[in-house]
């Protein structure tokens, strides 16, 4: 079978032997694969990419040397089924998949590892576990752009964010972008996305945003306070001053009223900001932007080292969160939300390309202005985004 084989930083398309399914394990025709930043990233920067993840625990990346085949936000459709699989989903059955796959005591990342080969290809060997079947006809473009929703989606769900919460949205890259869309599903009534490409910022407000900022013109964080926020230290030591003098006007022990707001949740008002961008110096820059008691998400991946001040962040009493991934039942309900209607992010692809496409796509996407998510359809002969 054809795929598209990275070694050494080059990508050819290369004649590979069909997968050997093992146990628990399926084979699925690829109808639609999305190119992921990561791709482009561990094509530059494999050895340093392995080496982070080895600190972590993780060993199963590849490195330079090795071949790999990318390629982890698929859709596709089943073929045959391995030894010890239950068979649930029958032949020709539309599938989305959780890019991992057991390889003895190991969990590998498919796309990531050269002993597992990613859906840059014709076709590719999953998990039957990590199989979620397409529902309501979903259209493979679409199905394969769940991964990358899911991503945003886990990043919603961990920012606790509320519908009458402010979101701000650092960098409409891919990730960005799904984060909002994931943000106007979850029905938050005020997001702000900033970024310095006009068309990115088009498709943030396509995506669901209210409010879109060319940093380049005007801060993401000069506006503080029309949202009732509290901008600075000054703000908050009055706050506090000023809200213990009303409090001991009253009839009643002024910590007792205390608690009880508390209690009932009243606090001051503070935004969500997700840090989408993961290039080293943002961090500190949403840090020193950020009002008071601001919850950041950090969701963009530096893979630099990053130098922050923590004593701002102390200042301001800011929270710092940083998320990574889905869980399977995360993947699956975004699926469906996809399927549903409840998630619209067709204009999130730009592009397509057949195999032979993929390295004129991996330039492409250098420009923001021109792609921000191509797909890769291993039946098609194009050999430039369209």
């Excluded at 391995?82 to 990342?109: F, M, N, Q, S, Y």
């Excluded at 590719?124 to 394969?144: R, W």
């Excluded at 009732?228 to 030591?237: E, R, S």
Aim: aromatic letters at 4%; glycine letters at 10%; one cysteine or more.
């Amino acid at each position: 079978m054809k795929a598209v084989v990275c070694k050494d930083k080059q990508l050819s398309v290369t004649e590979l032997p069909e997968p050997v399914l093992e146990e628990g394990q399926t084979l699925v025709k690829v109808l639609r694969c999305g190119i992921c930043g990561s791709d482009l990233h561990v094509r530059q920067h494999c050895d340093h990419w392995g080496a982070l993840a080895a600190r972590s625990g993780y060993r199963q990346l590849t490195s330079s040397s090795q071949p790999v085949v990318f390629g982890h936000e698929f859709s596709g459709e089943v073929l045959e089924h391995g030894p010890k699989t239950t068979g649930k989903l029958k032949a020709g059955a539309r599938v989305a998949v959780v890019p991992v796959i057991r390889r003895g005591a190991d969990i590998d990342l498919i796309g990531l590892s050269a002993r597992s080969p990613g859906a840059y290809a014709e076709r590719i060997a999953v998990q039957e576990s990590m199989m979620v079947p397409v529902p309501n006809g979903l259209k493979p473009e679409t199905a394969a752009l769940t991964e990358p929703m899911a991503v945003g989606w886990h990043a919603v769900r961990k920012s606790e964010i509320k519908k009458g919460e402010v979101a701000v949205v650092i960098g409409c890259g891919p990730v960005g972008l799904a984060v909002i869309c994931m943000l106007a599903a979850r029905g938050v009534r005020t997001i702000v996305a900033s970024d310095f490409s006009p068309a990115r910022r088009s498709l943030a407000k396509a995506c669901g945003a209210h409010v879109v900022i060319d940093p380049a013109q005007e801060s993401p964080y000069a506006s503080w306070e029309q949202y009732g926020f509290i901008a600075d230290v000054p703000g908050l030591l009055e706050l506090s001053v000023g809200t213990r003098e009303k409090l001991g006007k009253l009839p009643l022990p002024w910590w007792q009223v205390w608690r009880i707001a508390e209690a009932a949740g009243l606090q001051p008002k503070r935004p969500v900001i997700f840090e989408c961008v993961g290039v080293p110096g943002v961090l500190q820059q949403v840090i020193d932007g950020a009002p008071e008691m601001a919850r950041i998400v950090v969701v963009g991946v530096c893979m630099q080292p990053d130098t922050i001040e923590p004593s701002i962040a102390i200042n301001k009493e800011v929270e710092l969160r940083f998320v990574l991934g889905y869980s399977p039942l995360e993947f699956r309900d975004t699926l469906h939300m996809l399927a549903e209607g409840k998630v619209r992010c067709e204009g999130l692809v730009t592009g397509e390309v057949g195999l032979a496409g993929v390295g004129a796509a991996f330039d492409a996407l250098r420009d923001p202005n021109r792609h921000a998510k191509i797909l890769v359809d291993p039946a098609s002969a194009a050999a430039q985004p369209a």
